[in-house]
């Protein structure tokens, strides 16, 4: 037979002796504690919200983080000033001017206007732009890299596909081209008044490391719409790695074709635009 034996009597008198230690016989023990605490609240370090922390990154997303640069994570290259020509389907060619800066924000000049973003909306979004300007706004802004790890940090549902796919079916003999790594991610695409949740895959050159494709699909006027935004041509400005071609297609036709032909990194600046 199995006798019930009742230790919290003992457990009470331990706590009490304990607690009375530490409040009478060393209240210096007592204050070295509580100012512990204090200090490790006053100290801790945050980062600006508009900056990331490579840290808060899964540890496999740190290597695309570093291989992109450090203005993501350090304040004072928050922007990036690019001049080029903007190709796209329902108005041709033009000169343009686009300032990016993290997060999420964008202006592009060309000579027929100014279109602002600011992460939620440009103005009367719904009835000034176009379809054309929502692709565009979109490739731009929530396509990129830098929206990819802003997302990261704010908890955005990503999944890990895999590493080292090839760009074909499997059957090329001898294969020479670029594999990727995939990371799915559901996105919130915020336009205005609108949003839609959107899930996208990201993939990211196995050897650079860097972004090259976005895919993903959106509903229009009924229809399933095949969308894929292309970065090439990075190259290093400042230390930091600067798409200079990016391309969205929809159903396999370019769209828009956005080509760089100089980039600066720069400081952000109160000026309003934003």
Do not use: C
Not at 3 to 26: E, G, N, S
Not at 207 to 213: F, Y
């Amino acid at each position: 037979m199995f006798r019930k034996i009742f230790l919290w009597p003992a457990a009470i008198t331990i706590t009490a002796v304990a607690t009375a230690y530490v409040l009478i016989v060393a209240p210096e023990m007592r204050q070295r504690i509580i100012g512990f605490s204090q200090d490790s609240v006053s100290t801790v370090i945050r980062p600006s919200p508009d900056t990331l922390r490579a840290g808060a990154l899964w540890p496999q997303l740190r290597w695309y983080l570093k291989a992109l640069g450090d203005r993501l994570e350090h304040s004072g290259k928050e922007r990036l000033l690019l001049a080029g020509t903007l190709d796209r389907a329902d108005r041709g060619r033009a000169v343009v001017a686009v300032l990016l800066e993290f997060p999420d924000r964008l202006q592009l000049t060309t000579d027929s206007g100014t279109l602002v973003y600011d992460g939620q909306s440009s103005g009367d979004i719904e009835t000034v732009l176009n379809n054309a300007d929502h692709g565009l706004i979109e490739s731009l802004i929530n396509d990129s890299a830098e929206h990819f790890f802003k997302a990261q940090v704010q908890g955005a549902p990503t999944r890990h596909l895999g590493d080292r796919f090839r760009a074909d079916d499997g059957s090329t003999q001898n294969y020479t081209g670029e594999y990727y790594d995939i990371f799915s991610m559901q996105d919130r695409i915020v336009m205005g008044s609108s949003s839609r949740s959107q899930t996208k895959l990201y993939y990211f050159n196995s050897v650079t490391r860097l972004l090259e494709r976005v895919t993903y699909q959106i509903p229009r006027n009924g229809e399933t719409v095949k969308v894929e935004t292309q970065f090439g041509d990075w190259r290093k400005t400042q230390d930091q790695q600067v798409a200079h071609q990016i391309v969205r297609f929809e159903n396999g036709q370019p769209v828009i074709s956005l080509t760089i032909t100089s980039a600066t990194v720069a400081a952000r600046v109160k000026d309003g635009l934003f």
